[in-house]
């Protein structure tokens, strides 16, 4: 059946509060958050674009279900967040499904080429994988990912997600605010590659906020895609162009390597943290690292510490520094990471042995991996991670149940800085995440695919669905999970305070602190010795839907850090 959407019920929509996890609960005043959670019944997206977030209701609204949405949105910010994502990047997925009530993950992650081995880097000279260039690219998963959503769970086909990505492509969009800012401070990077400058600046500049922007060669290939699938993609046309242009470069992809990559679907893993169950994606991803800060934080009293308290903060971040650890010396291909390996890193009795190690009073020196058999390199991985991390995350919800949450990604501000000739595609840099470290689980090796900083999440609540949600932002994601969860669970927030409160991250030996907390409190932690930074900017975006199954109300929170909307009908 399809619904529509009046004027008149858009802004009952809009308009509509809560100020807890149930209507009435707190009044509608609320200092911890700037806007309302945004409430409907029928269908739900949260996005970091209102375009994107548009384009899916309108899905919704026609009679699509949550993944249709999630998928046609996804590619709408392949186009108008380059920037963050687009079509040369990689892609993960967690997908309920309401008829069978399974979780399922989605693992769409691309591996290395064939030509990616340790001699050849050597040969090179590199002691580290380049952080830009051919050299950091490997297999774009996103277009494999969308097909593959929609085939599994989708109702409309990919030529009907991807119609309005392929419009704005080709007729242009206006820029906003955030994502201007980004575009500027790349147009340096962007003007070392001369197809790079050609397709995303303008007259050698980035384009400003509200300028009309077009990347007709985009939309091109977007329409290849459209009418011949992924294996357009893949094997046809634009895997010879893209190969084509990356030999010129002296890259390491064949066209072999695009037409064996897959889509993977994989068990979710979880952790229960105070009666809530959440799921997050296993290696390659760094999910685990959320699921053990979170084991970790669970032998406190959070909630008496009090919301971003010295005490809290100060666990907090010893519990990310233990799990970054572990993450150091053991993320890697899931092939190389044991079953073994991964159930000691989430058990419980592992994390209270490692609480163990945590003074109250102070910041520890250091902390080493877990001795969990051989730690290859005791956690001395040469990947640094990336400071802010380019990505885009969104949600969406149905009104018959079905919940997805997709998070898509360049890895740096416009990847690896390489445009694949005159497709418009620009190619992500995610093979920089291997070490060439020997031994290493993480070391590169041809069809590997590297340690990845993207994790969607989604909490469960008996059995079912309560909150999906993510935080993009390469290594914020895993701790402003925690940090999410805490705020929902510990501290009673809804949707919307859970992912706007100020939080904190910790950076290599640094821990940055978003200016609303105060002065005493990063006084304090100095005094335990953190080192206290600003880093505007670095705190990551939160999307997130929350799911009442009483009233089979949805609510939906979307993060002031970026452009984005949570809208629904």
């Known amino acids: 059946m399809r619904r529509t959407l009046t004027g008149l019920a858009l802004a009952s929509v809009l308009m509509t509060t809560i100020s807890a996890q149930h209507p009435g609960d707190r009044p509608a005043a609320n200092p ?43 590619a709408v910010l392949a186009v108008v967040e380059p920037t963050m994502n687009g079509i040369g990047g990689d892609l993960f997925a967690l997908v309920y499904d309401a008829k069978t009530g399974r979780l399922g993950g989605l693992n769409s992650s691309g591996r290395a080429g064939a030509k990616a081995t340790p001699q050849e880097f050597a040969r090179r000279g590199l002691t580290r994988i380049p952080g830009h260039g051919p050299l950091a690219i490997t297999v774009p998963g996103t277009v494999a990912g969308w097909a593959e959503l929609l085939r599994a769970h989708g109702t409309i086909t990919l030529a009907r997600a991807l119609a309005p990505a392929i419009a704005y492509a080709r007729d242009g969009f206006p820029v906003a605010e955030i994502v201007a800012g980004q575009w500027k401070n790349e147009e340096k990077e962007l003007s070392q590659d001369p197809w790079a400058a050609n397709t995303f600046l303008v007259a050698g500049h980035a384009p400003r906020a509200g300028e009309v922007f077009r990347n007709p060669r985009l939309a091109r290939s977007l329409d290849a895609i459209a009418s011949g699938g992924a294996d357009a993609f893949y094997k046809g046309e634009l895997a010879q162009a893209i190969v084509a242009d990356l030999d010129r470069r002296d890259g390491l992809l064949t066209r072999n390597d695009f037409a064996t990559h897959t889509a993977d679907w994989v068990a979710p893993i979880s952790t229960n943290y105070r009666g809530v169950d959440l799921y997050e994606l296993p290696p390659n991803t760094q999910g685990f690292v959320a699921l053990e800060m979170l084991n970790l934080l669970e032998g406190y009293d959070v909630k008496a510490m009090g919301h971003n308290s010295a005490d809290y903060l100060h666990v907090l971040a010893e519990a990310k520094r233990i799990a970054f650890a572990d993450r150091g010396a053991y993320l890697a291909d899931p092939a190389h990471v044991p079953d073994a390996v991964l159930r000691r890193l ?109 994790v969607p999440a989604m909490a469960f609540r008996d059995g079912k669905p309560w909150v999906s949600f993510g935080v993009m932002g390469g290594d914020m994601q895993g701790q402003g999970h925690a940090q999410v969860i805490v705020n929902l669970v510990d501290f009673g927030m809804n949707i919307q305070e859970a992912g706007e409160a100020a939080r904190v991250r910790h950076m290599g030996t640094s821990l940055a602190v978003e200016s609303a907390i105060p002065a005493s409190v990063r006084d304090e932690l100095r005094r335990r010795g953190h080192t206290i930074v600003d880093a505007p900017g670095a705190f990551g975006g939160f999307q997130g839907i929350m799911i009442d199954w009483t009233s089979r109300v949805l609510m939906g929170g979307s993060d002031p850090r970026k452009d984005g909307l949570a809208i629904g009908f």
Do not use: C, W
């Open 32 to 74: 911890r958050s700037t806007r309302s959670v945004v409430v409907a019944q029928h269908g739900m997206i949260a996005t970091s674009q209102p375009l994107a977030s548009a384009a899916g209701l309108r899905v919704l609204q026609e009679g699509g279900n949550a993944i249709d949405a999630a998928v046609t949105a996804a």
């Open 346 to 454: 989430l058990s419980k009795p592992y994390a209270a042995e490692r609480r163990h190690e945590i003074s109250l009073g102070r910041a520890a020196a250091d902390y080493k991996p877990g001795a969990i058999g051989s730690t290859p390199g005791a956690g001395a991985l040469d990947f640094a991670g990336r400071d802010l991390g380019d990505t885009i995350y969104l949600t969406a919800a149905d009104g018959q149940g079905n919940v997805v949450s997709f998070i898509q990604s360049l890895f740096d501000s416009f990847g690896s800085g390489v445009v694949a000739g005159d497709t418009g595609i620009v190619l992500h840099n995610r093979g920089s995440g291997f070490t060439l470290q020997a031994g290493h689980p993480n070391q590169v090796a041809a069809g590997k695919r590297p340690l990845h900083t993207l």
